[in-house]
């Protein structure tokens, strides 16, 4: 069994949420697997004493939960009589209460109340009604993450439309394959931002992606629109009614409120239709029980607005918190080198409660020397949250080590699939070294092998056997649905097969070993790449580095390449040392057959790695979706590399 790093004090664990509901429902907390035994068994009475816990707005109905013999899964019904309002429930609470704080990399910071938040909504829905928007239609915005951007979302919700969102700094192409697929009626962009310490003007990005977006009834511009366009253009302070009444449509459960979007490396980007319902329900649950999210709390999430994880901490609204939001980049560039300073300085200044980041960020922190405890006053922070890619082991040490011993870490893991998690944190639970801490209420996870046996203590398919709430509806487009079930269910008929490799430990806890794409086949043996990640980000001479397989003769061969932190070069000697530890740590098997140096690794507009993109340049292969990759150039490396230059 993994190290213990922390455990909740009793005073905590007593009073959390978590606690609170298993009683509420007349379970011991203490017995969270009959807990959540329960919460799979019983699925409608489970999500309905959510609903209830959470004191959710709407009229439920008498039917929690509809199964379905023909298609168990995906003919599943949760709440088909209920009605609600996204916006309704986040927008809820006394009216003078600060509600949003909104910061920034320059030190900027202005907070809104209530009352104010609603009138602006208002206004803005009464713009949206005049434009024509009605419930079901798309509703876009390309803007960073300041308070317009979250009007718009509430506005959106508020009168039955769908929201839908790109961040600016995406190209044109990756916004056009994206929003453009959907026909918004109205979008709303900011032509002039800032991050990482300098200034950006993309107007004539905007007037091209505007240009390209079919059925468009208005453009509405934040700040000055420096574009010209044929739809008409309205400036942000002045669009819609001011002292408009705030009317709230409750619309059905299961009716689309959000359209995100996949990665899109191997073709245009998927458009995945969110349900009302299903989306809030979910996220009060994971806010309210395992992240013990209390009235009064301060949470942020650092996150562009594409990213669901903005979608996910803006429902903490719905829990009486204060959502914090962040616009700039987490960690600037000086002429003295990094300061890694912005986010701590709100949690300082702030009193943040829940702060959530990456591991990448946790990285980039542990290499520069930065101890946010030695900085910093972070007494106020109960939780530190991390999504986007594995949790290293001994970044579990560091945090520990370097931000604070006493608080409660949980290394998240779900998707933009389901707006939610399958495996999360606890505060009932210690904290385990590598490890996420516990199975979700009510996600009936578990590991599959080759034969789809359950298996514990060794590594196989995460996948989710029951239904629950926030399965998407359906992916925008023709053949939507079809394609819904060929990507989640084609493997596994009626079984939502995630696409990570996991392994199930045998107290409850779980580690992701990568995507299950990547996977690693040398001789047969399935390997994870984040295995490989987590030693190779030890070593201080490497900035970055990217992992795939290349086929050769009827197998594959483990390919590394290296991102050299500046100044350093990779040698022989460290390719011996990268190889050693593998060996001694993970396995034989998990040894590279080649090790390269590349000037940059590539990466998707969400910041994951893109191991197939490499892997099909250094195959010969086309990269089908360039767009969607942050940095394409980077690719021009891979294709140069020669067996014989190999380390």
């Given amino acids: 069994m993994a190290e213990k790093l922390w455990s909740p004090p009793e005073t905590m664990a007593h009073g959390s949420g978590m606690a609170r509901f298993a009683r509420m429902a007349g379970i011991d907390p203490n017995d969270y697997d009959g807990l959540h035994r ?13 609903w209830d816990f959470a004191g959710l707005v709407g009229e439920p109905g008498d039917r929690d939960f509809v199964p379905s013999s023909k298609a168990w899964m995906t003919g599943a019904a949760f709440f088909p009589d209920a009605k609600l309002n996204l916006a309704e429930n986040l927008l809820r609470g006394a009216g003078e209460a600060v509600c949003v704080v909104e910061t920034d990399e320059a030190g900027g910071r ?8 609603r009138a602006e909504v208002a206004r803005v829905a009464a713009g949206l009604k005049q434009a024509g ?17 979250l009007v718009t979302l509430l506005a959106t919700a508020s009168i039955g439309a769908v929201w839908t969102s790109c961040s600016p700094d995406f190209g044109a192409a990756a916004i056009l394959d994206r929003i453009g697929q959907v026909r918004p009626k109205v979008v709303f962009v900011q032509a002039q931002f800032r991050y990482g310490g300098k200034a950006y003007d993309i107007a004539q990005r905007l007037e091209s992606i505007i240009a390209g977006l079919e059925g468009l009834a ?3 511009h934040v700040g000055p629109a420096g574009f010209s366009c044929a739809a008409p253009l309205a400036d942000y302070a002045e669009f819609g009614t001011a002292e408009a009444a705030l009317d709230f449509a409750r619309i059905g459960f299961n009716e689309p409120v959000y359209i995100l979007y996949t990665s899109g490396t191997t073709g245009k980007p998927k458009a995945i239709v969110h349900r009302t319902g299903g989306v809030l329900l979910q996220q009060v649950k994971e806010h309210l029980l395992h992240g013990d999210v209390r009235s009064g709390d301060r949470v942020l999430w650092y996150s562009n607005t594409a990213w669901m994880m903005y979608h996910w901490i803006v429902s903490a609204l719905a829990c009486d918190a204060v959502l914090v939001l962040y616009d700039g980049a987490p960690i600037l560039k000086t002429e003295t080198g990094l300061d890694c300073t912005p986010l701590w300085r709100i949690v300082e200044g702030e009193k943040l409660t829940h702060l959530g980041i990456s591991p990448k960020y946790l990285a980039t922190l542990a290499d520069s020397g930065f101890e946010p405890d030695k900085a910093f006053d972070l007494g106020s922070l109960r939780w530190l949250m991390s999504a986007g890619s594995p949790v290293a082991p001994h970044q579990f040490d560091w945090i520990y080590s370097a931000i ?23 505060p009932l639970h210690p904290v385990r070294r590598g490890m996420l801490t516990v199975k979700a209420l ?15 203590g060794r590594a196989g398919e995460l996948v989710c056997t029951e239904p629950f709430p926030s399965m998407p509806l359906t992916f925008w487009g023709p053949d939507g649905d079809e394609r819904y079930r060929k990507t989640y269910f084609a493997d596994r008929a009626e079984i939502w097969t995630h696409g990570d490799r996991a392994t199930m430990n045998a107290d409850g806890s779980a580690v992701i070993h990568g995507r299950s794409d990547f996977t690693l086949n040398p001789g047969g043996v399935r390997i994870g790449t984040a ?10 001479e490497i900035e970055d580095c990217i992992v795939f397989g290349r086929p050769i003769d009827n197998d594959e061969e483990i390919v590394l ?26 396995s034989p098997r998990h040894v590279p057959a080649a090790i390269y140096t590349v000037a940059d690794i590539p990466y998707t507009l969400n910041g994951k790695r893109v191991e197939g993109a490499a892997k099909a340049v250094v195959s010969g292969l086309e990269v089908k979706n360039k767009d969607s990759l942050a940095n394409p150039a980077s690719l021009s490396a891979f294709a140069a590399l020669r067996p014989e230059a190999a380390l």
Avoid: H
């Fill in 561 to 586: 390449c290296l991102k050299m932190a500046e100044g350093r070069s990779a040698d022989a000697e460290l390719a011996r040392s990268i190889r050693s530890r593998l060996r001694a740590e993970c």
């Fill in 531 to 540: 295995d490989i990640y987590n030693v190779c980000e030890r070593f201080a």
């Fill in 110 to 117: 202005r907070e809104v109340r209530r009352d104010w938040l």
């Fill in 218 to 220: 208005e453009v509405v």
């Fill in 404 to 426: 604070k011993k006493d608080v409660g870490f949980a290394s998240i893991s779900g998707g933009t699939e389901i707006m939610g998690c399958f495996l999360l944190g606890s």
């Fill in 38 to 50: 329960w919460s799979i068994a019983t699925p409608g009475a489970f999500w309905r004493s959510v």
């Fill in 133 to 149: 928007v009605g419930q079901g239609d798309r509703v876009a915005t390309i803007l960073p993450n300041r308070i317009e951007n």
């Fill in 442 to 456: 009510g996600m009936a996870v578990n590991v599959l092998d080759e034969r789809s046996a359950p298996v514990v």
